[in-house]
């Protein structure tokens, strides 16, 4: 089953695992999305194909052994795709190897599934989605999940989505197996992360039965609008009432009579405004695209933005300017790549030997930034502590 048949089973299945971080937070948020629709981007997109090669070598090595002609000809049509780049086919790799570091030390031939279509619906009315692989060996289930993006790191602790996989397998494979524990994984490559999380069957079980009533609440666009951060991908973010109000609420700190700020009232703000600028992009963008429809939006309008210029044909550009007298010195500029684009094209273990084996690479810490308290990151209280732990 492809990347594609996996989005379109998504935009059926009203609870999706992918988007259960937000209807578990905030129900009544997946009906009103319903009037919103589905887009995707380049990125979505990209991810898409990147799960397909992935899917294709998973299938050779596991369960579709194919002779290499074969294995070949379909990777050179995906490697046709407009959107293909050769960093695809080592991040797969990745994924790939991480998948056969379970299976290789396993005492008898595992069972494995990719691309497999779960059913969750005794815990989320109507619930399915698709996982990217699972394995059960002996008494123990892996649920892994492949993401290409390289936006933040996703934690596989506790993940709702990952989860409702997990309870998905166990209804349908319990009967066969003796499934007692259960390791989650988020595999991303581009990231260089790899998040594991481990909990008995017994522990999902028990939490499958503590979310039945939420999700037959989110089914039936029942209870109450909760914004935050989980409204990031949420179709509904821009017109919300509940993510506008969380915003100016902030008024009430007009009424306050000192002329300075208490410490307290500082981070109460931060607290409830820390979105406000993906709030403000959202409005942006819905306002945009209903001005090009011919909607009229009080007080703001559609207009061309900036233009850029480009070569019609580079090459005889530069050779007209060449034999108009224009030496190469002008016409190209020598920059050193980065350390991290160097690494991204010698591989990491050329890298390693290369560089920082040798002690040709330092590594800096980060300046200091300010984040909820929430954040597992440990406090430090200026930029010589910073640099000492770092150290």
Same mark, same amino acid.
């Given at each position: 089953?492809s990347?594609?048949?996996?989005?379109?089973e =998504?935009a059926?299945?009203?609870?999706?695992?992918?988007?259960?971080? =937000?209807?578990?937070?905030?129900?009544?948020?997946?009906?009103?999305?319903?009037?919103?629709?589905?887009?995707?981007?380049?990125?979505?997109e990209?991810?898409?194909?990147?799960h397909?090669?992935?899917?294709?070598?998973? =299938?050779?090595? &596991?369960?579709?052994?194919?002779?290499?002609?074969?294995?070949?000809?379909?990777?050179?049509?995906?490697?046709?795709?407009?959107?293909?780049?050769?960093?695809?086919?080592?991040?797969?790799?990745t &994924?790939?190897e991480?998948?056969?570091?379970?299976?290789?030390?396993?005492?008898?031939?595992?069972?494995?599934?990719?691309?497999?279509?779960?059913?969750?619906?005794?815990v989320?009315?109507?619930?399915?989605?698709?996982?990217?692989?699972?394995i059960?060996?002996?008494?123990?289930?892996y649920?892994?999940?492949f993401?290409?993006?390289?936006?933040?790191?996703?934690?596989?602790?506790?993940?709702?989505q990952m989860?409702l996989?997990?309870?998905?397998?166990?209804?349908?494979? %319990?009967?066969?197996?003796?499934?007692?524990t259960?390791?989650?994984?988020?595999?991303? /490559?581009?990231?260089?992360?790899i998040?594991?999380?481990?909990?008995?069957?017994?522990?999902?079980?028990?939490?499958?039965?503590?979310?039945?009533p939420?999700?037959?609440?989110?089914f039936?666009?029942?209870g109450?609008?909760?914004?935050?951060?989980h409204?990031?991908?949420?179709r509904?973010?821009?017109?919300? =009432?509940?993510?506008?109000d *969380?915003?100016t609420?902030?008024?009430d700190?007009?009424?306050?009579?000192?002329?300075?700020? %208490?410490?307290?009232?500082?981070?109460?703000i931060?607290?409830?405004? *820390?979105?406000?600028?993906?709030?403000?992009?959202?409005?942006?963008?819905?306002?945009?695209?209903?001005?090009?429809?011919?909607?009229?939006? /009080?007080?703001?309008?559609?207009?061309?933005?900036?233009?850029?210029?480009? &070569?019609v044909?580079?090459?005889?550009?530069f050779s007209?300017?060449?034999?108009?007298?224009?030496?190469?010195?002008?016409?190209?500029?020598?920059?050193?790549?980065?350390? /991290?684009?160097?690494?991204?094209?010698?591989?990491?273990k *050329?890298?390693r030997?290369?560089?920082?084996?040798?002690?040709?690479v330092q590594?800096?810490?980060?300046?200091p930034?300010?984040?909820?308290?929430?954040?597992k990151?440990?406090?430090?209280?200026?930029?010589?502590?910073?640099?000492?732990?770092f150290?």
């Amino acid at each position: 089953m492809s990347k594609a048949i996996k989005h379109r089973e =998504r935009a059926h299945a009203l609870l999706s695992a992918s988007a259960a971080h =937000r209807w578990l937070n905030c129900t009544p948020s997946v009906r009103l999305e319903e009037q919103f629709p589905d887009t995707t981007s380049k990125y979505a997109e990209e991810g898409t194909l990147a799960h397909e090669i992935a899917e294709l070598k998973l =299938r050779k090595y &596991y369960t579709e052994p194919m002779a290499q002609s074969t294995f070949t000809r379909r990777l050179n049509k995906m490697k046709k795709h407009e959107l293909f780049q050769e960093e695809m086919l080592k991040h797969t790799d990745t &994924y790939l190897e991480y998948l056969q570091s379970i299976t290789l030390g396993m005492t008898s031939t595992p069972y494995v599934a990719v691309e497999k279509r779960l059913d969750y619906s005794a815990v989320a009315p109507e619930g399915f989605g698709t996982v990217d692989c699972l394995i059960i060996g002996g008494e123990t289930l892996y649920v892994t999940d492949f993401k290409y993006g390289k936006g933040v790191a996703v934690s596989a602790e506790d993940n709702p989505q990952m989860k409702l996989y997990a309870l998905g397998a166990y209804l349908e494979y %319990s009967f066969l197996y003796p499934i007692k524990t259960t390791k989650l994984a988020i595999i991303q /490559p581009r990231l260089d992360s790899i998040s594991e999380y481990e909990l008995s069957a017994d522990d999902l079980l028990a939490w499958g039965e503590e979310i039945k009533p939420i999700a037959q609440q989110a089914f039936n666009g029942e209870g109450d609008f909760v914004p935050g951060e989980h409204c990031k991908f949420c179709r509904a973010k821009a017109k919300c =009432r509940a993510r506008a109000d *969380q915003f100016t609420a902030l008024e009430d700190f007009k009424q306050m009579k000192p002329p300075l700020l %208490s410490d307290q009232e500082v981070g109460e703000i931060l607290e409830r405004g *820390q979105h406000i600028e993906s709030w403000i992009k959202a409005l942006k963008e819905y306002a945009l695209a209903e001005s090009l429809k011919g909607k009229e939006i /009080p007080g703001w309008k559609a207009v061309e933005g900036r233009g850029s210029r480009d &070569y019609v044909d580079i090459d005889k550009a530069f050779s007209h300017l060449k034999e108009k007298g224009i030496d190469d010195a002008v016409l190209y500029e020598r920059v050193p790549l980065t350390v /991290p684009k160097l690494e991204k094209e010698l591989g990491k273990k *050329q890298y390693r030997e290369l560089l920082e084996e040798p002690g040709l690479v330092q590594k800096s810490p980060g300046k200091p930034t300010l984040a909820p308290a929430s954040d597992k990151r440990k406090a430090v209280t200026n930029e010589v502590s910073a640099a000492e732990d770092f150290k």
